[in-house]
């Protein structure tokens, strides 16, 4: 079956800009995760979606950070007023309800000038 | 607060010589440690989830082990196509809920 598929695959702004990541999950899993990886780094955790709400989102760095998932399948990853240092790919995962094992997408590579 | 480090950070080999990746970590309670790897461009591929102590699981040339403080990855004879970053991450039973926490990963080129 599909994977978990993220768009766009890139995406260049300029720093003060809105951007939106989309993220659709495999079919059927109820869980979705975001993660951000910088260069030479392992990915680090945003947010972790159960179904439509927020069940953990520790890691979102600041308030220009958000995420939504209204229906419980697709997500947006949503970023404010972006910095440079938001540059990185920005990753989403799956995994079935109670499942632990996480598969991820293909990443947006974000790039803020 | 979980920790996950990996070593070395980079790994070259010849086709054929085999080694081991090592990741070591610290969590209040082990609810699984997860290896994937991650080829450039790419999002990270699952490989193996390993959940207690003395269990070891292999795929291919592939073979990783758990103690209670690290976890190898055992790699045969390798072929040029086994070139990847191989991550490492854990999750806490304690206070960690899903989120994985990941090391940096050990960059494996193998040359024939």
């Known amino acids: 079956g599909a994977g978990v598929s993220q768009t766009p695959s890139n995406k260049v702004t300029e720093k003060g800009k809105y951007v939106e990541l989309r993220c659709d999950p495999i079919s059927g899993h109820t869980a979705l995760y975001w993660y951000r990886q910088s260069l030479g780094q392992g990915p680090e955790f945003l947010i972790y979606f159960q179904g439509t709400g927020a069940a953990d989102d520790s890691g979102l760095p600041n308030d220009r950070f958000f995420a939504v998932r209204p229906e419980g399948s697709v997500s947006t990853l949503k970023i404010q007023r972006t910095e440079r240092g938001d540059s990185a790919v920005y990753l989403c995962a799956s995994s079935l309800q109670g499942q632990e094992t996480q598969y991820f997408g293909p990443g947006t590579r974000l790039l803020v000038l | 607060e979980d920790q996950v480090t990996q070593s070395p950070e980079a790994l070259r080999l010849q086709e054929g010589e085999s080694s081991s990746l090592n990741c070591s970590y610290t969590v209040s309670g082990l609810r699984g440690l997860f290896w994937y790897r991650q080829d450039p461009g790419k999002g990270p591929e699952f490989l193996f989830t390993?959940?207690?102590a003395g269990e070891e699981k292999e795929k291919e040339r592939l073979k990783a082990t758990l103690t209670k403080k690290e976890s190898f990855l055992h790699i045969t004879a390798p072929k040029p196509e086994d070139s990847a970053t191989y991550l490492c991450?854990?999750?806490?039973?304690?206070?960690?809920?899903?989120?994985?926490?990941f090391g940096a990963g050990t960059i494996l080129r193998v040359k024939s």
């Open positions: 991450a854990v999750q806490d039973l304690v206070r960690g809920g899903n989120k994985l926490v």
């Open positions: 390993l959940y207690s």
